[in-house]
Structure formats: structure tokens, C-alpha cells
């Protein structure tokens, strides 16, 4: 069967103001846009007219920094040591309908534990498991010297979504090792903090001939790298040694956007895990100091991330989705308020960034992301102008339809609800049990002995 969309507005995400214009789904694919989409509907026996009374049609969002086998730990403790691998799949399967309700309809998972994102790609691709489009890495490359979680990376083997790498011939097996299992890219922590100097920020953990020979290694099997930077120095080098992504990229630099530029480089900020727990961070009594770490990583980021914009490199949207702080289905839109909010974008650039520039995520280019013929159907129909306003994206309420491939997402299936399992999250006893705390607690009324 085929759709035709008539009288409403068309956000076609290549950041074109709104038109109202009919738009033709044949199949699993748009066919026609505008006059042409009337024309050719009139040869059409088998068609359906959909009147959308004035809501918005738009592409699907891509959420280009996601991680759905993690199912939203409180510490990178939980995450390394209380999940196990048969039922992190099985509910990272589940949670990709929480994807689709929320209006995604593709994703990167950058890297995964116990590597279950390809083998979920080819559940999705296979019809399977129902989810977005999705592109993935395998277990990120890690040197000894760690990533974000310290000295609880071990020195060597496999520890949570990580694989420790320490030499050239570890690094050539590793990176051929996941590009046969079906990697889509492949993932380095370029940059690692240490446990006693975190207040320098992360530094470059490998070295440059590392970093070449994993580029080089991955685009001979035409594997794409991205790699995790934090720091203008990382960024630079990054670039320089061949990276055709990078997350993150805070704290950049006029020298390190040259060499972005230079090299063509897309950029996957991913801010809204600060600016979730910077805004809204006491909602869980998140520290005040916490916080503040954040608020500066942003303040100090979004200026050089605009003129990254400005400057014609992509920069998409990322919601770094799959932590306590980003659940599932909650805020895949949240990095559209972000942009516009800190780094000054339109909504309408913003809306580029997590649809027609995501598709470089999913190495869909020309293939999705936008409305215009030949493109893949993957669509969203909103009761509301996110080119006004990009934050309606995040009310389920306002959201009419989800189609994927031409297919509508039933948003109205009612989902088992979900108990507790034993030892998947960390339980704490609560605060240090001292006399002072209790004493506190007791209007200050002392406690025997003290």
C-alpha cells in the first residue's frame, strides 16, 4: 500500500524552513515530494490519503551516541560487575521499543558489553527484535593506562564494553578480530583519565603509530573509526592519524578544529549527559561539585562546537542514552534542546544535526535522514512545530506516528511492566552510618558515647 501525506508541514531535515507541501511513501521508500507526490498518487490504485490537519511531518530522529546494552547503570561498578550476558541481550532487545516510542528510528551504539550490539543489529535487521535502524562498534580499545573508569580497568583482557590493548600485534589481531564479527566501526578511547591526576582532564593514551596503524587497518576493510577525545590536544591528533568521528570533542581549539576541517571529520558532542545532570542533577541529590564539572565542560565547549557548525562540520546529535542519568525513551530529543540552548543553533539546525547529518552514524548517507525521493520512509508525525520549538520532540503525547520503512510503529502497545532482578543493580546500605550523621538527623541531639 501506498500513503500520501497531505495538509501539513513538512520538515524535510536538511534544514529548509517548514513547507507545506504532500509527500508520497511507496513501499518501504518516499517517492515523490510536492507536485510530483499528487501526480504520480492519481496513477495509484491501492493508496491511502492521510490528512495530517495541520501537524508536522519530519524525518525520524538518529541518535548518533547511544549505549543499549548498558540498561542505565549508577556506576561503572553496576556496569562491570553486576550485568551478565544472555539478559543484558534479552533486555536490550526490549528496550529498543522504548527507541521507537520516543521517535528514534536509528541509532549508533558505539560500543557494547560482552559485544551483543552486532548480534542485536542483525536481530533488528532480521525482523527479530523490533528496534531502529542501528549501526555498532565492539568492545572499545582501551591501553592499560584506562579510559574513564581508572583503576578499575585491569591491565589486560576484557572488562565491561572495554578490551585493553598493549602492543601492535594486540591491536592488529583486536581490530581484525571485530571487523569479522561485523563491526561497523570501530571504537578507541583515545583519551583516558588517571584515578590521582583527574584534574588535569583526560589525556592521550595511545601513541600516534597506534592510532594511524588502527586506522589504517580498520579503512582497508572499509571499517570506519571513531574515537573518544576529550582536550584540544586528542582532537587534533585524532584527526590527524585518520578518525572519521569523533565524541565528544570538548575543550577544542582553534588548531584542533583546523584539523577537523582538514581531514573531514563529523563530530558526536553528546553533552546531554552534563547537561542533564548540571540541570536537573539535584532531582537524584547529585553532588553540587558534580555538577559544576559539567556546567564547565559545556560553558567551555559550546563555543568552539558553533563555530565547528558554522565552520561546515557536521556535528550531530547524541544522547548518550543508556545511563541512570540518560534511561531509555526519556531524552533522545534532549540534545536538540542543547544545541540551541548552548551552541546557538536554530531548531531547524538543529533538526539537521539528529536527522540528515546522523545518517553518517549509521553510514546511511543519502539514505535516510531527510524527506525527499528515494529516501528510505523512516518518518514522525507531530502535533506541534519543532522548527518552533524542539523540545514537543520530547512529548510522547505529541507524537501521532512513528513509521520505519514505511511500516507504522504501533505507540499505543501496552509493555510488560518490569520488577527487580536479583544482583543487576547496586545496592547501598545509604550515607556513611557516622555518629555526626546521625546526630544530624536527630535535630543535633547527641549519640551514646560520643
Not at 70 to 80: H, I, K, Q, T, V
Not at 217 to 229: E, N, R
Request: aromatic share 6%.
Amino acid at each position: 500500500m501506498a500513503v500520501l501525506f497531505q495538509n501539513g508541514n513538512v520538515i524535510d531535515g536538511t534544514g529548509a524552513p517548514a513547507r507545506a507541501v504532500e509527500v508520497l511513501v511507496e513501499g518501504n521508500r518516499i517517492t515523490a515530494v510536492g507536485a510530483e507526490a499528487a501526480r504520480r498518487a492519481a496513477g495509484l490504485a491501492d493508496l491511502q490519503r492521510l490528512d495530517l490537519a495541520g501537524a508536522t511531518l519530519m524525518p525520524g530522529l538518529i541518535d548518533a551516541h547511544c549505549h543499549v546494552t548498558f540498561d542505565a547503570p549508577r556506576s561503572n561498578d553496576e556496569l562491570f560487575f553486576h550485568r551478565r550476558a544472555a539478559l543484558s541481550a534479552i533486555i536490550a532487545a526490549a528496550d529498543m521499543r522504548k527507541l521507537l516510542c520516543a521517535g528514534v528510528t536509528g541509532f549508533f551504539d558505539a560500543d557494547s558489553i560482552f559485544e551483543i550490539g552486532t548480534d542485536l543489529r542483525d536481530a533488528i535487521e532480521a525482523g527479530v527484535v523490533e528496534g531502529p535502524r542501528m549501526a555498532t562498534g565492539g568492545h572499545a580499545l582501551l591501553t592499560s593506562v584506562g579510559g574513564t573508569a581508572g583503576r578499575l580497568f585491569p591491565d589486560e583482557g576484557i572488562r565491561g564494553y572495554a578490551v585493553i590493548v598493549r602492543s601492535r600485534d594486540e591491536i592488529v589481531a583486536e581490530v581484525r578480530r571485530q571487523i569479522k564479527h561485523g563491526v561497523d566501526w570501530i571504537k578507541v578511547h583515545v583519551t583516558g583519565s588517571l584515578s590521582h591526576r583527574r584534574s588535569e582532564g583526560e589525556m592521550v593514551t595511545f601513541t600516534k603509530e597506534e592510532l594511524r596503524l588502527i586506522c589504517d587497518l580498520a579503512h582497508d576493510f572499509g571499517v570506519q573509526v571513531m574515537g573518544h577525545c576529550r582536550g584540544a590536544h586528542s582532537i587534533k591528533v585524532a584527526a590527524e592519524c585518520g578518525f572519521d568521528q569523533i565524541s565528544h570533542a570538548t575543550l577544542m581549539d582553534d588548531a584542533a578544529l583546523e584539523a577537523v576541517v582538514k581531514h573531514n571529520v563529523f563530530l558526536v558532542p553528546a553533552l546531554t549527559f552534563q547537561a542533564n545532570l548540571m540541570e536537573f542533577g539535584d532531582a537524584i541529590n547529585a553532588s553540587t561539585a558534580l555538577q559544576d564539572i559539567f556546567r564547565k565542560e559545556i560553558e567551555d565547549s559550546s563555543a568552539m562546537l558553533a563555530k565547528a557548525f558554522r565552520a561546515g562540520v557536521p556535528v550531530l546529535c547524541g544522547s548518550e542514552s543508556g545511563f541512570s542519568v540518560t534511561p531509555y525513551g526519556d531524552w533522545h530529543y534532549r540534545e536538540l534542546e542543547v544545541f540551541c540552548k548552548y551552541l546557538g543553533l536554530t531548531p531547524l539546525e538543529a533538526i539537521r544535526c539528529a536527522t540528515k547529518d546522523g545518517a553518517l552514524a549509521l553510514r546511511m548517507k543519502d539514505q535516510v535522514g531527510s524527506i525527499e525521493a528515494g529516501r528510505l520512509a523512516d518518518l514522525l508525525l507531530i502535533d506541534g512545530d519543532p522548527s518552533r520549538d524542539v523540545t514537543v520532540l520530547g512529548r510522547r503525547d505529541k507524537l501521532r506516528m512513528v513509521m520505519k520503512g514505511g511500516k507504522s510503529i504501533d505507540l499505543n502497545r501496552t509493555e510488560p511492566t518490569r520488577t527487580p532482578m536479583s544482583e543487576w543493580r547496586v545496592h547501598e546500605f545509604g550515607s556513611i552510618l557516622s555518629k555526626d550523621v546521625v546526630s544530624r538527623a536527630r535535630g543535633g541531639k547527641p549519640i551514646g558515647g560520643h
